[in-house]
């Protein structure tokens, strides 16, 4: 099968489609193997994580349960604006059950730091985060990620999930968009 052809707006990718396949078939071993013998509960961050969601629920093999939460420091911005916002709460309780938080990235941080107090609050038997992509040398609050797929660098990343201006999110792979596509 052919590469994909790039997006005209992306300067590099970072990571294939390939890559981020593989990536994931192994954060699912490494779920299922630390939660064997207990129910998983994904709590997806809408939008980014859709496409992480739904290639990682498929590769755990132990019961997991699933529900969304819609929470954002951007708006249409491409650095966070520090200010939080709950958009869409969960369905679901997450009292005494073991809950994998998945983002698509933790950028800043201010955003997850949020909604990890916020879960922890509502009496998680266990709280952890599965995150796509990690951009340290952006963080202004301490959070970490129990299984990350990869480290990037502090650069405007788009693709798998990922967009810019709501754009992007469909590219099979994670590209640095050109600067000058959103001013940067």
Not at 37 to 59: K, P, T
């Amino acid at each position: 099968m052919p590469a994909p052809e790039i997006h005209p707006d992306i300067q590099e990718v970072l990571f294939s489609a390939e890559q981020i396949a593989e990536r994931v078939r192994e954060l699912g071993r490494q779920i299922s193997a630390e939660y064997a013998g207990r129910e998983v509960h994904l709590v997806g961050v809408l939008r980014g994580s859709a496409l992480l969601v739904a290639d990682l629920i498929r590769e755990i093999t132990v019961p997991v349960s699933l529900d969304f939460i819609a929470i954002s420091s951007y708006g249409s911005n491409t650095r966070s604006s520090g200010v939080v916002r709950l958009n869409k709460d969960l369905e679901s309780s997450v009292e005494g059950r073991h809950v994998i938080v998945v983002e698509d990235i933790i950028d800043t941080g201010l955003t997850l730091n949020y909604l990890v107090n916020l879960l922890a609050d509502r009496s998680a038997a266990s709280l952890e985060v599965c995150a796509l992509l990690d951009k340290p040398a952006a963080r202004k609050a301490p959070v970490q990620a129990r299984y990350v797929g990869f480290t990037v660098p502090d650069a405007f990343v788009v693709g798998y999930g990922l967009d810019y201006n709501q754009f992007y999110r469909g590219l099979p792979y994670i590209g640095v968009l050109r600067p000058e596509v959103y001013g940067g």
